[in-house]
């Protein structure tokens, strides 16, 4: 089942226009969002991430788009598909209508909510080794539109293919001024001494859900320092510790880069610190 602009059908049923906009122009943003035994994990931040891309992408936001309808158009696909004791991935995505080429005839938005199951509740790091690298044949731009979660992502999927092509497990992504940016579906976090650092906003990595609340509780671990800095590829080599986040897997540690390999010792402390947030919901 889905949820299409409050209506819920069955996926057999869905079926969008040739001329949607998402479709011919990127048109789109979303947010995936984890949803356990019916309550949405850091509703307040999807919600004002979300209106925050609408408002940047000059979309009109009807009077009725609150932070309840958001969250009850969530629920409400989780009650009718039977996954309200479960833990769920949903995919709440928001597109300008139909009309125009280049320039919109209109800036009215239409919805579609998608929910799986996922298996894990809670967030568990694996003990299986993760290998990255860099990629290195397409660079994405800093600056505010990078931020934002779009269907603009052709860097994410050719690295994907370029990362499955030579057995990495996930690439990480550079910006044209040669910065490490983000993996290709995630933040990554460097580790070094008791510093933990993550590449700056400005650089033009993803406003990650996952990302905000890491750097929230490493503020509150009075042993580690957090830093929004770049980070240059050379760093990667005296690193510690590196580790990816997102909203789905939680905190993802990398075991190997090129020769260099790296603990989890960090990783697996903030972990810990996170479950602990999410069982408060």
Known sequence: MIN?????????????????RGFTYGDIVFETIKVLQNKVLFLEDHYFRLMAS????????????????????????IKISNLNSLSVRVKFIVYRSEGGLFMPETNTIEYLVIAEQLYTELYEI???NYTVDLYKDN?????????????????NVVGSI???????????????NKHIVEALNANIFLVKDKSVKTPPLQDGCIKGIM?????????????YTIEESSISP??????????????????QPIT??????????????ILTELNLKVKLF
């Open 139 to 155: 660079y994405t731009s800093p600056g505010l539109i990078s931020t934002l979660k779009t269907n603009n992502r052709i860097i």
């Open 234 to 251: 050379f760093e990667l080599q005296k690193a510690d510790e590196l580790f990816l986040t997102n909203i789905i897997s939680g905190i």
């Open 4 to 20: 299409s602009n409050g209506n819920i059908i069955k996926k057999t049923q869905a079926s969008i226009s040739i001329n949607n």
């Open 162 to 176: 370029y990362a499955k092509e030579n057995n990495f497990n996930n690439c990480l992504i550079l910006n044209t």
């Open 54 to 77: 609408l408002r940047i992408l000059r979309m009109e936001i009807p009077m009725n788009f609150t932070m309840e309808f958001f969250e009850n158009e969530i629920l409400k696909l």
């Open 126 to 128: 694996s003990n299986e």
């Open 256 to 269: 190997q880069y090129r020769r260099k390999r790296f603990s989890k010792e960090v990783s697996k402390k």
């Open 211 to 223: 990302r905000k609340q890491i750097i929230e509780i490493v503020k509150l671990l009075p042993e």
